[in-house]
């Protein structure tokens, strides 16, 4: 069975996307950038901007019936690599124990100038 998790955000009907997706006990968590009531949160700071993003992600993690422990993969894109310090520090802040299976490369850009960080989730429900 499939269940779609939405946040409402416009940007899901426009490109026919959902925040995630669980079928059976895999849940995707789509790219989540930095936002907070419409604004972009954190701008020109890399680890505020990880830190919003995991939240939004444990947000739908959460609407799925899983939590943050269930987590086994992320993959980070940032535009600027030098600040891998800055988004790694947040990341293990959320992640430390967890210590899921992770990927951070270099991205050209990403779909808003002052987005600096994006970031997908898998996990696993046991």
Do not use: C
Request: charged share 25%; glycine share 8%; aromatic share 6%.
């Amino acid at each position: 069975m499939r269940q779609n998790i939405t946040s409402g955000a416009p940007w899901e009907d426009i490109v026919g996307y959902s925040r995630a997706v669980r079928i059976g006990n895999i849940i995707e968590v789509t790219g989540t950038v930095s936002i907070q009531n419409g604004q972009v949160y954190g701008v020109d700071t890399p680890y505020e901007q990880t830190k919003r993003s995991l939240k939004i992600i444990e947000e739908a993690l959460l609407k799925a019936g899983a939590d943050l422990n269930d987590v086994i993969r992320t993959r980070i894109f940032v535009t600027n690599i030098d600040q891998w310090e800055d988004v790694g520090r947040a990341h293990a802040e959320i992640f430390g124990s967890i210590k899921p299976a992770t990927t951070m490369v270099e991205v050209n850009r990403l779909m808003e100038p002052e987005f600096l960080v994006e970031i997908e989730a898998t996990a696993i429900v046991q």
